[in-house]
C-alpha cells in the first residue's frame, strides 16, 4: 500500500495548495497543529489500535497536523456534543450516527466542497449516507461509512430445528425461534435505549408491516398496519426472544451470543469479526471454532415488504473549532484511497464505505460469511420515513419513541395503547416549528 | 476587643493596618463569608438562573433560541413521559427514604451496643457511602445483568428458581433493584447520623424507664424516638433531597428503562437537554423539582422547629 506523503496529499487535494508544495514544508497553519478528534469506541479494536498507533502518527508526518484521538461509548457522544457546542469548547473534529448531522447542523463547518470532491473521486456517495449528512443546500458532515446490520445466526442449531435456510417471513422466524426457545437458545434482541442495535430492529420492522411515521408531514403511525406489527411482537417476544433483551445496550448481544446463549440476533458484524479474531477463545459446545458456525442474513419480510436500517457514520468539523481548517485538511487527507483502505480492510466489512466504490474492492472476496454485508446498505430506509430524516426524525429516535412502542407492548401495555402514546408523542414532535 | 489596646500599643504589636481590620468585625464576617457566597454563586446560583433563563427559551444545542414564556412547562406538563418519570420519581424517593430510615434505625441501635470489633464494624459500614456511585453501581449493574448475572447464577445453581430473574429487564423489578441499591448506598448515611443522635441521649433516662418497668420497645418508642427526632428529621431531608434529584445511580443501572419505567426527573431532564440537546425543555423538566424539594424542606423544618419550641 503506497504511504501517502505530504507532497502526494498536497497535489491530489488541491490545486490550490501548489504554494505551498513548492515550499516543500507542511503548510504554515498545520506546523503544529493540534486537532482533537472524538470517535466511538470501535466494535472492531483493531480499528481504533491502527488510528491510534499508525494512521495518526502518519497524520502527523504528512500533514503537520497531530491528532489527538478518544474514543467514547457511542451513547456518550450526544452528551459530549452537546456540552462542547455551549461550552465553545472540545475536539475540533466529532463522529456522529445516524441522522445527528440534522440535529448539530448550526454548530457545523460547512465542508460541502470537500464532499462533493469525495463523491466525484470515489463513485458517489450512497444515498442514506447523503439524506443523514446533507441539511438542506449544504453538508453538515462529511460522509465516512455505514455500519451494516444483519442477523448473525448460528446455522448448527437452526439445522438443528429442521430450518436449514433462514427464515424469511416474521411468521417462520417466530416458529423457529419458537423451537430455537424451547431447546435453550432464544433469540436476543435489544429493546433498550441504546444507539444501533434497538433502531436497526424496531424501524424496519415497522417498516416491513406496511407502518411509517410519517406520510407528507403528517404523522400516520396509528395505523392497522402499525397495531398488527405491535400485536405480533407481543406474542413473538415471549415464545422466541431473550425477555432481558428489554435491559440490553448495542453490547450485551455481543456478549451473548459469543458465551453460546443465543442463537441469533441483528447486529454488526462484530460479533462474527470478534469470534475470527479469536477461534481460540470461541467455541460451540462441540468444541470447534464458533466462527465456523456463524452465517447473516437480512431481516425477514412482513406484509409490507422487506426493509433494512443501516448506520451511517460521519465526521462533523465544528464551529467552535479553532482549526477547522485544518480539520478539514485532515479529513480529505484521511479519506484519500490509500489511507481509507487501510481502516476499512481493518473492518473487515463491519463499516462499508460511504461511497460505491469501495464494493469493488477484494477484501469482500475474501471472506463469504461477510459478502452479504456489502451491499446491504443500498437497500437501507431512513429514520423518520416517509418523510427526510430531519431533525424531528433524529429528535423521535433521541426520545426512543418507535423502540418504546415496542418495549411498552411487550411488557404488557395494550397495543392500541401503546400505539395512541407512541403517535400521540409523534405528533407534538411533528407540530413543532 | 479593639478598645482593648491603645492605636499606638497596636501598632507596635506589628501588622497595623492589617490588625485594624481583622479586627473589625464586619470586615472579618464579609471574608469568611466571601469563599463561600463566590463558590455558591459559581456552582449554585448562577446554573440555577441560568436554569430558569433556558426554561423560559426554545433553545436547542446550537440554537439561542427566543423566549417563550411557560411553554416549556406546558409541555413537560403534558408529557407523557415525563408524568411517569415525575411518578417514579415520587415512587422511588418514598420507598429508598422509608427503607433507609428503618434499617439505618435498626443499623444505629445495633452498633450502639458494645461488642468486639465495634470500631472495625462501624468503619466497614461507611464503605458503601465512602465508594463512588458510579462504581459500585457498576458492579450492580453486572450482578443484576440480564444473562450474566451472579444473583441468577447462584440462585439458580441452589434450585431456588428454573427461570432467570428478570432484575432489570422488567419495569417493577428495574424499579425495586434501583431502590434497593439506593438504600444499600444510603442506609450508611442514615446509620452514622442516628448514631451519632444515641450517642448524646443520657443513659440515665433508659434505666430510669427501666426501672419503671419499661420494656424494649417502650424505651424505644418513648424515650429513644422522641429524642432522636430532631436529628433524624435533618438525616430525612438530607436523604429526600439526594434521592429525589438522583441521577447517577438510574443513569449506570438501568439508563432510565426499560421503556421509561425508571426514568426520574433527573435522568429524563438529561436526556432531553444534554442528550437530545433540547437545553429548553431540560431545563424546565429539571426546574419541576425545585418547587417540590423546597416545599418538602418548608415542611420538615417547620415541623423541626415547632419540635424545638415545645
Not at chain 1, 507532497?7 to 503548510?27: D, E, H, M, N, V
Not at chain 1, 488510528?51 to 478518544?70: D, F, P
Not at chain 1, 474492492?361 to 427526510?388: C, E, K, N, V
Not at chain 2, 478598645?3 to 472579618?28: C, D, Y
Request: overall charge positive; aromatic content about 12%; some cysteine.
Amino acid at each position: 500500500m503506497a504511504r501517502v506523503t505530504r507532497r502526494k496529499f498536497l497535489q491530489a487535494s488541491s490545486a490550490g495548495l501548489a504554494g505551498i508544495l513548492a515550499a516543500r514544508q507542511a503548510p504554515a497553519f498545520a506546523q503544529g497543529t493540534a486537532l482533537g478528534w472524538l470517535r466511538w469506541s470501535d466494535f472492531v479494536p483493531a480499528s481504533d489500535q491502527l488510528l491510534r498507533n499508525e494512521i495518526l502518527a502518519e497524520a502527523q508526518k504528512a500533514l503537520g497536523i497531530k491528532v489527538t484521538l478518544e474514543t467514547v461509548n457511542a451513547n456518550d457522544i450526544q452528551p459530549r456534543v452537546t456540552s462542547a457546542v455551549q461550552s465553545g469548547t472540545g475536539p475540533d473534529i466529532i463522529m456522529t450516527l445516524s441522522n445527528w448531522p440534522q440535529l448539530y447542523a448550526d454548530s457545523t463547518v460547512d465542508v460541502t466542497d470537500i464532499v462533493e470532491k469525495l463523491d466525484k473521486d470515489q463513485g458517489g456517495i450512497y444515498e442514506t449516507n447523503v439524506a443523514v449528512a446533507r441539511v438542506g443546500k449544504r453538508w453538515a458532515a462529511v460522509p465516512w461509512a455505514t455500519v451494516g446490520f444483519l442477523i448473525a445466526y448460528r446455522k448448527s442449531w437452526f439445522d438443528q430445528i429442521g430450518v436449514s435456510a433462514f427464515p424469511d417471513t416474521w411468521e417462520k422466524y417466530r416458529e423457529a425461534g419458537k423451537k430455537l426457545k424451547a431447546n435453550g437458545h432464544p433469540l436476543g434482541q435489544t429493546l433498550g435505549h441504546t444507539f444501533g442495535d434497538a433502531p436497526a430492529f424496531c424501524y424496519p420492522y415497522l417498516w416491513s408491516w406496511g407502518g411509517r411515521e410519517v406520510d407528507e408531514g403528517k404523522v400516520v403511525l396509528d395505523s392497522k398496519a402499525t397495531l398488527e406489527s405491535v400485536r405480533f411482537m407481543t406474542g413473538f417476544w415471549k415464545e422466541a426472544h431473550d425477555e432481558g433483551g428489554l435491559a440490553w445496550d448495542d453490547t450485551n448481544n455481543n456478549r451473548a451470543f459469543l458465551s453460546g446463549e443465543i442463537s441469533a440476533t441483528l447486529n454488526g458484524a462484530s460479533i462474527y469479526v470478534e469470534a475470527l479474531r479469536k477461534p481460540e477463545q470461541y467455541k460451540t459446545e462441540k468444541g470447534t471454532p464458533l466462527k465456523d458456525d456463524i452465517q447473516h442474513a437480512a431481516l425477514p419480510k412482513g406484509p409490507g415488504g422487506r426493509f433494512s436500517y443501516h448506520l451511517p457514520i460521519s465526521h462533523m468539523v465544528m464551529k467552535y473549532s479553532k482549526n477547522a481548517k485544518a480539520a478539514k485538511d485532515f479529513l480529505v487527507w484521511l479519506q484519500l484511497k490509500p489511507m481509507f483502505e487501510k481502516w476499512f480492510v481493518s473492518q473487515k466489512g463491519y463499516s462499508v464505505a460511504a461511497t460505491k466504490e469501495w464494493e469493488k474492492h477484494p477484501m469482500w472476496q475474501q471472506d463469504p460469511i461477510m459478502l452479504p454485508f456489502r451491499s446491504a446498505t443500498a437497500t437501507g430506509r431512513m429514520l423518520g420515513y416517509s418523510g427526510p430524516p430531519d431533525k424531528r426524525a433524529a429528535e423521535v429516535l433521541s426520545r426512543y419513541i418507535i423502540i418504546d412502542l415496542y418495549a411498552k407492548a411487550v411488557q404488557g401495555m395494550k397495543p392500541e395503547e401503546a400505539v395512541r402514546w407512541a403517535s400521540g408523542e409523534l405528533r407534538k414532535i411533528y407540530s413543532q416549528v | 476587643m479593639s478598645s482593648i489596646a491603645p492605636a499606638h500599643q497596636r501598632k507596635r504589636l506589628g501588622g497595623s493596618h492589617w490588625t485594624g481590620i481583622a479586627e473589625n468585625e464586619r470586615i472579618l464576617a464579609l471574608a469568611l463569608l466571601a469563599p463561600a457566597v463566590v463558590i455558591l454563586s459559581t456552582f449554585i446560583a448562577y446554573p440555577f438562573v441560568m436554569a430558569i433563563w433556558f426554561a423560559l427559551t426554545s433553545i436547542r444545542v446550537g440554537d439561542p433560541g427566543e423566549f417563550i414564556g411557560l411553554a416549556n412547562f406546558a409541555k413537560a406538563w403534558h408529557d407523557s413521559i415525563f408524568q411517569t418519570a415525575f411518578k417514579n420519581t415520587v415512587f422511588y424517593t418514598s420507598w429508598a427514604t422509608i427503607f433507609k430510615l428503618t434499617l439505618g434505625m435498626c443499623l444505629a441501635l445495633l452498633l450502639n451496643r458494645h461488642f468486639r470489633l465495634k470500631r472495625i464494624v462501624r468503619a466497614s459500614m461507611l464503605l458503601p457511602f465512602i465508594i463512588p456511585t458510579v462504581l459500585s453501581t457498576f458492579a450492580w449493574r453486572w450482578m443484576f445483568d440480564p444473562t450474566f448475572s451472579v444473583v441468577n447464577w447462584l440462585l439458580y445453581r441452589t434450585g431456588f428458581i428454573t427461570n432467570r430473574l428478570p432484575f432489570l429487564s422488567d419495569g417493577d423489578w428495574a424499579m425495586w433493584c434501583a431502590i434497593l441499591v439506593n438504600t444499600w448506598r444510603g442506609m450508611p448515611f442514615f446509620a452514622i447520623t442516628l448514631l451519632a443522635g444515641l450517642q448524646t441521649i443520657n443513659p440515665d433516662l433508659h434505666e430510669a424507664a427501666a426501672l419503671d418497668g419499661a420494656n424494649a420497645w417502650h424505651r424505644f418508642w418513648h424515650v429513644t424516638w422522641p429524642l432522636l427526632l430532631p436529628v433524624t428529621l435533618v438525616v430525612v431531608v438530607f436523604s429526600v433531597i439526594q434521592t429525589f434529584s438522583d441521577f447517577q445511580l438510574i443513569y449506570v443501572l438501568t439508563g432510565g428503562g426499560p421503556a421509561n419505567s425508571t426514568h426520574l426527573v433527573a435522568t429524563y431532564a438529561y436526556q432531553l437537554g444534554v442528550g437530545a440537546g433540547l437545553l429548553g425543555e431540560g431545563a424546565a423538566i429539571s426546574l419541576f423539582m425545585f418547587p417540590v424539594l423546597f416545599a418538602v424542606v418548608w415542611i420538615q423544618l417547620r415541623y423541626l422547629r415547632r419540635i424545638e419550641g415545645a
